[in-house]
């Protein structure tokens, strides 16, 4: 077979396997190991603490410094309640077309990596290539702090590089934005809907709050805390859940909504979530003096994923021009895996085929010509590290 014709084959294979973010994903993992023992590539395993899902990681080439990590998550996102017009987990051909849950984000790009697993083999490569497979990023980038973690501790060399495959139709991605999911009780008195004013309404304390993201968001703005590279150029604080009350003339005595931050790099999430935090206790305070039980409690629901602003001037930049053969330059306003392998200490770009504009949606699809510019990309890198 040709290498596309592989690509394709490997990715049937990949979309078949419904890995939702949050679910064991042990059965692709094992596919994936499958190829690489077929292929006489040692791999190693990065656990969670159940032992149900698991990231991989391997070295392909000599142990020598300044090596590039290749790197793509194996979950995808639910195709519950969306329309599509072919089964979602079987790879379907349409035209130029290939469409079923996860071709494009981002099982695309590990079938790139995969089939391209000879071509590096061949390529008496100087500098080696690995590959770092995750688990639950599309819940909230979950595993890549400790694979990202587990590839610096395990190799005696160091790589230098991470490229991130996330669907960017080849466009070298320098910056993304990064993000936190949190959900705030509020727990309040009930009463009767009269007695507004002597109870605590959990409903409207609940809205004071969210009408506080969004003046703190606002006042970032006034600030000067921009970032024209993204779109929106700032930082973004949104309420998308809200709920709490049993009737409408019954005082709510609890209430909930789920939040997020969505931060330039410029921005720490954690001062934000500190600030939110400090106007919580001044509120909770006053409440208490009419009512002793009010109490405000905020949880995160994953740790902060953080930015990526990897600076132009990098040694990576030049390097996945040459790989991607695009030179313009972009960021994200999404969250990605990017941030924290460079937190690590790797300079790290965002850089994959499909389109992002095709991820979570109905009749997701990659192109095959997309495929084909990521094969492209696979050679110029297997000629880039035999250099």
């Known amino acids: 077979m040709t290498r596309i014709e592989t690509a394709v084959q490997i990715l049937t294979d990949l979309v078949a396997f419904p890995v939702l973010g949050g679910e064991s994903n042990l ?17 190693h395993l990065v656990k969670n603490e ?27 996102v639910p195709v519950k309640g969306q329309a599509w017009d072919t089964d979602p987990f079987a790879l379907t051909l349409k035209g130029d077309k290939l469409y079923g849950r996860g071709s494009c984000d981002m099982k695309g790009f590990l079938a790139c990596c995969l089939a391209s697993i000879e071509l590096f083999q061949q390529a008496d490569l100087k500098r080696p290539v690995y590959f ?12 890549a702090p400790a694979l990202a973690a587990a590839i610096n501790a395990h190799y005696t060399e160091k790589p230098k590089y991470a490229i991130i495959g996330e669907p960017s139709r080849m466009q070298p991605i320098v910056g993304q934005k990064g993000i936190c999911v949190l959900e705030t009780t509020v727990h309040g ?54 709920g709490g009350g049993i009737a409408p003339n019954v005082i709510a005595d609890k209430c909930s909504f789920h939040w997020d931050v969505r931060s330039i790099p410029a921005d720490r999430i954690e001062d934000i979530i500190q600030d939110f ?6 509120l909770e305070t006053a409440l208490q003096q009419r009512f002793a039980g009010a109490r405000i409690e905020t949880v995160v629901h994953h740790p902060p994923v953080p930015s990526l602003d990897t600076p ?73 590290l035999a250099e």
Not at 55 to 62: A, L, V
Not at 196 to 209: D, M, N, T
Not at 277 to 282: H, P, Q
Request: glycine share 8%.
């Open 312 to 384: 132009e001037d990098s040694s990576v930049v030049p390097l996945i021009r040459r790989l991607s053969g695009v030179e313009q330059l972009a960021t994200v306003a999404y969250a990605a895996e990017a941030g924290q392998f460079a937190e690590v200490g790797f300079e790290a770009v965002i850089c994959g085929p499909g389109d992002i504009a095709q991820a979570h949606r109905a009749n997701e699809f990659i192109e095959v010509a997309q495929l084909e510019l990521g094969l492209e990309m696979m050679e110029r890198l297997a000629r880039e």
């Open 27 to 43: 059965s692709i993992a094992a596919y994936i190991c499958n190829l690489l023992e077929k292929n006489g590539i040692e791999y």
């Open 50 to 76: 159940a032992g149900d899902k698991t990231s991989i990681h391997c070295r392909i080439g000599p142990e020598t410094d300044g090596g590039v990590i290749l790197s793509g998550h194996t979950d995808v």
């Open 132 to 143: 770092a497979f995750s688990y639950d990023e599309e819940i909230g980038c979950l595993a």
């Open 189 to 242: 008195s009930a009463g009767h809907s009269s007695r507004v004013k002597q109870e605590v309404s959990a409903i409207h304390v609940a809205a004071r709050l969210i009408t506080w993201l969004e003046q703190k968001m606002d006042a970032l703005i006034a600030a000067g805390h921009t970032d024209d590279r993204f779109h929106p150029n700032h930082s973004s604080l949104h309420s998308g859940i809200i």
């Open 277 to 282: 935090e400090a106007y919580s206790r001044t």
